[in-house]
């Protein structure tokens, strides 16, 4: 007999096999709004103009192909680090941080998931939002964490359960980690307003939990760097000492040049020292060194004050395009004579939103009308345009009527 014949096949990724069901149909309006990946009003794929510069400027320096360092492009770090925690944060300017190199926000995710399993000794267990983005669970169960969750979204209403969230956190053993999604929560496209994050930051204080914010959107959901941040700049204020993923996918369009970055907070200088050293460590197993074309990329137009100025006009057109989007869904659903209340949808942020259509609406939406998204009813904005906003809202009015 084989070595494998006892590897049973696999169940298919949720999100892909709603791309592979599109690609089969033969409808002409068929939509595909389960992937997440940013589209233009025409559906096609966007490449920002400050990255072909950035390329354009790699390509004239002739430059070479040789290894980066274990933790990646120094001038790539330290301009995410700076884009994170804001140039005037105390952590940033002090050098109490260490940030490396990820393999965009998955191996960046992944990279925090084995140092915490390594060396943060007082528990195993990681609180995730219900629900959260679908690879968080493998991502930190894979590195042998323990998966433990708290209240977040509500379905009856379609936004934040602040109380349930708050209620749940207060009972989270001390010492344990908790995952937070910096903005665009990811796929509810619900996030806490300011003063809740700030009655978070004193509960997770109090409670003394390890925070591990995700944050693969800044700029990307509000169309502002600096807002998009503030949670994270929020906490670090408050004496919290976070671990954070960045991820620019999104706000860069970088997808698959896989670019981001894993950042601890220490106490000072000399800690971050400490486990920048063991960051390497746990790195060079992996994959030795991270990328390069990416990180050169992101550092070229964080680094070059005219591209990063480009840069910030051109993600707050994508966030705008997405907020616009919501705004024309809405109104068409009321056009169409929908009586429901559709609030939701502009109220949420960020590339996902969820609809609180149920699997059988859902089911229609494909069967009938070839739109096609995951069964939980999320929704990729991205994937409407001023072209098919009308037919989307007529189809959910269909099904929801």
């Not at 929704?379 to 989307?392: H, R």
């Amino acid at each position: 007999s084989s070595w494998w014949s006892h590897v049973e096949m696999g169940p298919p990724d949720p999100i892909l096999g709603v791309t592979e069901a599109f690609k089969r149909d033969t409808n002409s309006k068929k939509m595909n709004l389960g992937v997440g990946a940013y589209r233009d009003d025409n559906g096609k794929p966007y490449v920002l103009n400050c990255v072909r510069k950035a390329e354009a400027m790699i390509a004239s320096k002739k430059m070479d192909k040789e290894y980066l360092p274990i933790g990646g492009l120094v001038d790539f770090t330290r301009a995410s680090a700076e884009l994170a925690l804001g140039e005037n944060s105390e952590a940033f300017k002090s050098g109490r941080y260490v940030t490396v190199q990820g393999i965009s926000g998955t191996g960046s995710l992944r990279i925090g998931a084995n140092f915490l399993q390594r060396f943060f000794k007082s528990s195993r267990d990681v609180y995730l939002p219900k629900p959260s983005w679908g690879n968080h669970t493998p991502i930190f169960r894979d590195a042998g964490l323990q998966l433990q969750a708290y209240r977040y979204y509500d379905p009856k209403t379609c936004s934040l359960d602040f109380s349930g969230a708050m209620d749940d956190i207060s009972k989270i053993p001390e010492k344990s980690i908790i995952v937070l999604h910096a903005c665009a929560h990811n796929p509810t496209g619900v996030d806490p307003r300011q003063e809740q994050w700030k009655e978070l930051a004193a509960m997770v204080k109090k409670r003394n939990l390890l925070v591990y914010f995700d944050m693969a959107y800044q700029g990307f959901a509000s169309g502002d760097i600096n807002r998009d941040a503030w949670a994270v700049r929020y906490f670090i204020e408050q004496g919290i000492n976070v671990i954070l993923s960045q991820s620019y996918a999104k706000n860069m369009g970088l997808y698959g040049e896989r670019a981001g970055a894993f950042t601890v907070i220490c106490s000072d200088a000399e800690e971050a020292k400490r486990v920048e050293s063991q960051l390497k460590i746990l790195i060079r197993p992996m994959y030795s060194n991270p990328p390069l074309n990416g990180a050169r990329i992101a550092s070229i137009i964080l680094n070059t004050p005219d591209l990063r100025k480009e840069w910030l006009v051109e993600v707050k057109g994508m966030a705008d395009r997405i907020i616009s989007m919501r705004t024309q869904l809405v109104s068409n659903l009321k056009k169409e004579g929908s009586s429901h209340n559709w609030q939701h949808i502009t109220d949420q942020i960020g590339m996902f939103c969820f609809t609180g259509l149920k699997p059988e609406q859902v089911e229609r939406l494909i069967k009938e009308f070839s739109i096609y998204m995951t069964k939980d009813g999320r929704i990729s904005v991205a994937g409407v345009t001023s072209g098919n906003v009308g037919y989307l809202a007529h189809a959910i009015h269909q099904v929801t009527k």
